[in-house]
């Protein structure tokens, strides 16, 4: 940033120096002038001195009123106006005393704030002001013929105008670069403040984003791991409470309602470290699934028919994971709200896709049941791979839950 900001302030500082310069310059020449004519002149011609002062007074007037609107904005008319008007009162001085030439020389520096087609009249005329008042008009000299007088006389002027005009054009060129150049690093330093302020506010915005992804990762897995584990439990510790006075049939509830939360402890942790499930840390989906349908049996009393169609493929984790937590969220809510005699469960693979149905026949998904956090866990994870998932129940005739997500092999993220 500090190299842009002294790049720009190297061209703002040129600017200002040209502009101060042009600014300058006649006061610079007309007011040593008038100083040295006062000086030169005797002391008691006093008409001398108040021609002096007051020709410089009205040269002074005039060129400051080339400051204020409307002389200074820039208009052909009052330009042209002002420069003819200053052109005169330099000619005047000069023949009142021919030190006022510098004062005249100023008027070129002055022909280069009028508009460019006025630019070479004003340094014209101001040559031919300064070697009319040094030379005279061709015709008048008696010391040389009219044509070569008037020779010289075309010649110079125009060489001046030339030459003159010339190096004053390109000088003017290379101010109206840089002020171009000025703009134009204004605007980028503008554009990349702008694109430093959007970056901060994109960073902002991914902590954000990344925070409120964190959230809603642990919320899906605290759900899918220790709500469902607990569920578990609390359907093991209702069996045992229903014969708890026979030890001997309710002691394996209470087991397995502690090795229920040994397993959600663990796969808590595991959520916490962004870990796989145990069940696919030890084997592939189809092997998982298997191991989840035979310790739900266990838990709820009905064996989900496991089917696996199609050629089996080693899917990425990041698949894997998701259709494991959907079929474990699927089952679940059966559990817990459908009452169901049959669940099946099938894992189709094909070429481009892999399907998960899970299907049940109980009393179907019921108003309140619709838009739970689990459903909607299990559709935030689905979109997250680019799947989608399709919902079918009817009041009393079962639902079917089915997720379709790309069939990405392992090694291919």
Do not use: C
Request: glycine share 8%; net charge negative; proline share 4%.
């Amino acid at each position: 940033m500090s190299r842009r900001s002294t790049g720009a302030d190297a061209v703002r500082e040129w600017d200002r120096w040209w502009d101060g310069f042009v600014a300058v310059v006649p006061w610079v020449l007309l007011l040593p002038s008038a100083a040295l004519v006062l000086l030169s002149q005797p002391v008691s011609d006093w008409t001398g001195h108040a021609v002096t002062i007051g020709l410089t007074a009205l040269a002074s007037a005039w060129v400051l009123l080339g400051y204020v609107p409307p002389w200074r904005d820039g208009r052909p008319l009052f330009s042209g106006i002002h420069f003819a008007v200053l052109l005169v009162l330099a000619s005047a001085l000069m023949a009142h005393d021919g030190l006022f030439l510098m004062f005249t020389i100023s008027l070129f520096f002055r022909a280069m704030a009028l508009p460019r087609r006025l630019t070479f009249v004003g340094i014209a005329a101001t040559s031919i002001a300064l070697y009319t008042t040094t030379m005279g008009i061709p015709g008048t000299s008696t010391e040389l013929p009219f044509l070569e007088h008037l020779f010289i006389y075309v010649g110079v002027v125009t060489i001046q105008t030339v030459a003159i005009g010339g190096g004053l054009v390109v000088a003017s060129k290379t101010a109206e670069q840089h002020r171009e150049r000025r703009v134009m690093v204004a605007r980028l330093e503008a554009a990349l403040e702008e694109n430093a302020g959007l970056h901060a506010q994109l960073l902002t915005q991914a902590r954000e984003a990344g925070v409120l992804d964190e959230r809603q990762r642990m919320a899906r897995e605290i759900h899918d791991t220790l709500a469902q584990g607990l569920t578990g439990i609390v359907t093991q510790i209702q069996a045992a409470q229903r014969v708890w006075e026979t030890p001997g049939a309710a002691r394996p509830h209470v087991d397995r309602s502690l090795d229920l939360a040994r397993e959600s402890l663990t796969e808590a942790r595991r959520s916490v470290q962004a870990l796989r499930p145990r069940q696919l840390a030890e084997s592939q989906l189809p092997e998982a699934l298997n191991e989840l349908t035979r310790r739900w049996a266990e838990e709820h009393g009905v064996r989900p028919d496991l089917d696996v169609t199609g050629e089996r493929v080693a899917l990425s984790p990041a698949i894997e994971v998701v259709l494991f937590r959907v079929a474990q969220e699927a089952l679940t809510n059966v559990a817990r709200h459908a009452d169901a005699s049959r669940v099946g469960v099938t894992l189709s693979y094909s070429d481009d896709v892999v399907m998960l149905d899970v299907r049940d026949d109980g009393r179907g998904i019921t108003g309140h049941n619709q838009h739970g956090f689990g459903l909607s866990s299990m559709r935030q994870r689905v979109r997250g791979i680019g799947g989608t998932v399709e919902i079918e129940s009817d009041a009393g005739e079962g639902t079917a839950v089915s997720a379709t997500v790309p069939a990405i092999p392992v090694g291919a993220e």
